[in-house]
């Protein structure tokens, strides 16, 4: 069993930046890839980031490359999503996930979910 909680969310300005943070119970967490996804309101969830169990490749969702960094500290059972140059449309719930599987985009894939954190970035 994995029990995940995420902190960290808020209300920032567009250009502004964001640390999110999992912190994951169980002593398997290291075993575990990680991911997070968001839902924004009337939209269907979506991928954003995923980290593997070793923290030694990630993968990102084409709209945050190059402002989103998913890492991973498995000394503290934690995975962080820095999230910098946030802009309106990434207002959304974000969940933290884990799943042993190798399919990282589909939520389907994971195993245990957090209960969201929210992040409102206005304009």
């Known amino acids: 069993q994995v029990h995940l909680v995420e902190s960290g969310g808020g209300l920032v300005q567009a250009g502004d930046s964001l640390r999110l943070s999992c912190a994951a119970s169980?002593?398997?967490?290291?075993?575990?890839?990680t991911g997070w996804f968001r839902q924004a309101p009337g939209k269907e969830r979506e991928f954003v980031a995923a980290?593997?169990?070793?923290?030694?490749?990630?993968w990102y969702a084409d709209s945050v490359k190059g402002r989103f960094t998913i890492s991973r500290d498995n000394a503290k059972n934690t995975v962080a999503l820095q999230m910098n140059s946030l802009k309106p449309e990434d207002t959304a719930v974000y969940y933290c996930?884990?799943?042993?599987?190798?399919?990282?985009?589909?939520?389907?894939?994971?195993?245990?979910w957090g209960q969201g954190t929210q992040v409102t970035v206005s304009s």
């Open positions: 996930a884990a799943t042993v599987r190798y399919q990282f985009v589909s939520g389907q894939s994971y195993d245990y």
């Open positions: 169980g002593r398997t967490f290291r075993n575990y890839n």
């Open positions: 980290i593997s169990a070793s923290g030694g490749t990630t």
